[in-house]
C-alpha cells in the first residue's frame, strides 16, 4: 500500500491556509495514537527539563510536532530536517508565516549521513527508522549529535504485528518500510552499541489502539489508494468512528501492554 501519494495529496490541501495546516495537525494528533504517545513523553521531558534547549526533529515530515513543541516550550529551539525537499520547502513556509521562523527552522538532510555534533538536548525521531535500513548508522549519528545529558526519543512498529504484519516475511502494510518492526530487544541491543547508557521502552498499539488504527488509519488509507475519490467519503466516514476511535486511544495510552504493534524507546546520552 502507497502512503506517500496519500501525504502529498493532503499536504497540497492542507497548505492552503495556515488555518488548514493548523487543523491538518489537530486531526492528526487526535487520530494518530502515535502522537498521543509522543506527545505525553515530551511533556514529560518538559517539566523535567528547564531552560533553553536545543532539539531536533529527525525526519520531521509535516512539522506537526515541531509545531507541538514550539508551543509548549516557547524557550527552545528546534530545528526540522528530512530528505524530501518539498516537506522543508512547505514546513519552513508555514512557521514562517506564523511567526515561528527564528526559534525553528529546517534543512533537508538524510540521517544517515547526520554531520552534527554535541548539539542537541532533545531528539525525536517518529515513524522514521523503519524506513532506513542504515539504522545502526542512524543511531550512532544521533549519538554523536546529542550532547550530555540528553534523551533520545523513538515511535517505531515492533515486530508482534507493526506495519501490519504478524510474520517476518509478511508484506508491510506501506510499501515505504523497509521493515516491518523492531523486536525490543534488538532496538534497544543497538542503541546500547551505539553508546547510549540506558534505554527504556514499551509497547504502544496494544489490542485498543489497534482497533482504533484499523478504524481510523488502515481502512481510509485503502480506500483513498483504490480511489482518490474517497476523499468526499471520509468526512462521513470519520463522523462514524471518531469518537469509538478516541475512547480505543484514550484506553490504549492509560494500559500497560505486554505486546503491541508499536515501541516507545527513550534512549539516554548521560
Known amino acids: 500500500?502507497?502512503?506517500?501519494?496519500?501525504?502529498?495529496?493532503?499536504?497540497?490541501?492542507?497548505?492552503?491556509?495556515?488555518?488548514?495546516?493548523?487543523?491538518?495537525?489537530?486531526?492528526?494528533?487526535?487520530?494518530?495514537?502515535?502522537?498521543?504517545?509522543?506527545?505525553?513523553?515530551?511533556?514529560?521531558?518538559?517539566?523535567?527539563?528547564?531552560?533553553?534547549?536545543?532539539?531536533?526533529?529527525?525526519?520531521?515530515?509535516?512539522g506537526q510536532y515541531s509545531w507541538f513543541m514550539a508551543r509548549i516550550a516557547p524557550e527552545w529551539t528546534i530545528t526540522g530536517i528530512d530528505v524530501k525537499p518539498e516537506q522543508i520547502s512547505d514546513c519552513r513556509n508555514f512557521f514562517n508565516r506564523c511567526g515561528l521562523g527564528n526559534r525553528v527552522g529546517f534543512r533537508e538532510a538524510d540521517l544517515v549521513h547526520l554531520p552534527d555534533q554535541d548539539a542537541y538536548d532533545l531528539v525525536i525521531t517518529i515513524d522514521v527508522m523503519e524506513h532506513i535500513a542504515e539504522d545502526e548508522q542512524v543511531f550512532r549519528n544521533?549519538?554523536?549529535?546529542?550532547?550530555?545529558?540528553?534523551?533520545?526519543?523513538?515511535?517505531?512498529?515492533?515486530?508482534?504485528?507493526?506495519?501490519?504484519?504478524?510474520?517476518?516475511?509478511?508484506?508491510?502494510?506501506?510499501?515505504?518500510?523497509?521493515?516491518?518492526?523492531?523486536?525490543?530487544?534488538?532496538?534497544?541491543?543497538?542503541?546500547?552499541?551505539a553508546g547510549f547508557s540506558r534505554v527504556e521502552a514499551f509497547y504502544s498499539y496494544g489490542t485498543p489502539g489497534h482497533i482504533a488504527w484499523i478504524l481510523s488509519m488502515?481502512?481510509?488509507?485503502?480506500?483513498?489508494?483504490?480511489?482518490?475519490?474517497?476523499?468526499?467519503?471520509?468526512?462521513?466516514?470519520?463522523?462514524?468512528?471518531?469518537?469509538?476511535?478516541?475512547?480505543?486511544?484514550?484506553?490504549?495510552?492509560h494500559t500497560s501492554h505486554r505486546q503491541g504493534t508499536g515501541l516507545i524507546v527513550k534512549a539516554y546520552k548521560e
Open 1 to 62: 500500500m502507497q502512503y506517500d501519494p496519500i501525504k502529498h495529496s493532503l499536504g497540497k490541501v492542507f497548505n492552503r491556509a495556515p488555518w488548514l495546516r493548523k487543523l491538518f495537525y489537530f486531526l492528526l494528533n487526535i487520530l494518530l495514537l502515535r502522537s498521543w504517545y509522543v506527545r505525553r513523553e515530551i511533556r514529560r521531558f518538559a517539566r523535567q527539563s528547564n531552560g533553553r534547549k536545543n532539539v531536533l526533529d529527525a525526519g520531521s515530515g509535516f
Open 142 to 193: 544521533f549519538f554523536r549529535a546529542m550532547k550530555k545529558p540528553s534523551m533520545l526519543l523513538i515511535s517505531t512498529p515492533s515486530d508482534k504485528g507493526g506495519s501490519d504484519a504478524r510474520h517476518s516475511d509478511d508484506p508491510s502494510f506501506i510499501d515505504e518500510h523497509v521493515r516491518n518492526g523492531y523486536n525490543m530487544e534488538e532496538i534497544t541491543e543497538k542503541l546500547r552499541s
Open 218 to 253: 488502515k481502512y481510509p488509507v485503502m480506500m483513498l489508494n483504490t480511489s482518490r475519490l474517497f476523499f468526499l467519503v471520509l468526512p462521513f466516514w470519520y463522523l462514524l468512528t471518531i469518537l469509538p476511535a478516541l475512547i480505543l486511544n484514550f484506553a490504549d495510552l
